[in-house]
């Protein structure tokens, strides 16, 4: 978060996995993440690009950087939410991800907004 309360975007991550799109003996693991952006601050922002973080759990790290999500660069004036859902493939039953959405506020301050790191598991792996 930054600092300023001006520019405040909260982060909330629901995860799933899909067995019918995996295959444990090819070490295919697939999930979809739905991620909720809401700006909380007084200003609006526009996401201009993601950099994700994805570890395999094996310690196979894969770093992904693009243009906003899902084709979208949303802008979210002060109480608005965004949401989408996305996947991602690994190679293990347990993974994680983490990383940053680069904003654009209206009056021209850049910022990063931190996704807070969460668990890739297929069911039966972690208690």
Do not use: C
């Not at 910022?111 to 598991?121: A, D, H």
Request: glycine share 8%.
């Amino acid at each position: 978060m930054v600092e300023n309360k001006k520019y405040e975007i909260e982060i909330s991550i629901s995860t799933v996995y899909l067995p019918e799109q995996s295959d444990e003996d090819a070490e295919r693991h697939v999930f979809a993440y739905t991620i909720t952006i809401a700006n909380i601050g007084t200003v609006a922002t526009q996401l201009i690009s993601r950099h994700w973080i994805i570890d395999n759990g094996d310690g196979t790290i894969q770093e992904v950087r693009g243009l906003g999500v899902v084709g979208e660069q949303p802008l979210l004036k002060p109480g608005d939410r965004f949401e989408y859902t996305s996947g991602t493939v690994i190679s293990t039953p347990v993974g994680s991800m983490k990383g940053s959405y680069q904003m654009a506020a209206e009056d021209g301050v850049h910022f990063n907004v931190s996704i807070p790191e969460f668990i890739l598991s297929a069911p039966r792996i972690l208690h």
